[in-house]
């Protein structure tokens, strides 16, 4: 029976690149994706949130409002951890304003993830609250963010 020669180390260098590079493509073609720039999360939610409109109607009864429907609370709890926002709830109506509550909101409730742009605790937080990423009922709500998300 003739011997086989030893393999060489290229062959196992190349293996395992060819192997490293198939793992990336099948993770990143799955989508799952979590990280985006704040920007770009914000924009989603407010798509989900208001269709993209700038002046929607109130939602929740009337007890949302704005291009990001916040509530009463989201905003004084968002004013509490920053009093330089200023301004009243009825705020909230003007884009600009808005963003800056969610960033306030989101510094305080999901510090980590707003610094990491982590798109699904900071859509969940703002749909269920401080602890809105455990709880399965804002799952639904992070899909429809997702699937505005790039």
């Not at 770009?40 to 929740?60: C, K, M, N, T, Y």
Request: glycine fraction near 8%; charge should be positive; proline fraction near 9%.
């Amino acid at each position: 029976m003739p011997r086989r020669r030893p393999r060489s180390p290229r062959w196992r260098f190349a293996l395992g690149a060819a192997l490293a590079l198939f793992a990336a493509w099948w993770w990143l073609a799955r989508g799952d994706r979590q990280y985006w720039p704040r920007e770009q999360i914000l924009d989603a939610i407010r798509f989900v949130e208001s269709s993209g409109r700038d002046h929607p109607p109130d939602g929740d009864g009337g007890l949302a409002i704005g291009p990001f429907q916040i509530h009463r609370v989201y905003w004084l709890d968002a004013i509490a951890f920053q009093p330089s926002l200023g301004g009243d709830y009825q705020d909230c109506r003007r884009r600009a304003y808005a963003e800056q509550v969610v960033t306030a909101y989101m510094q305080k409730w999901a510090p980590d993830a707003w610094t990491r742009g982590d798109a699904e605790r900071i859509a969940r937080v703002h749909n269920g609250g401080p602890r809105g990423h455990l709880n399965p009922n804002t799952l639904p709500y992070w899909q429809r963010v997702r699937a505005r998300l790039p």
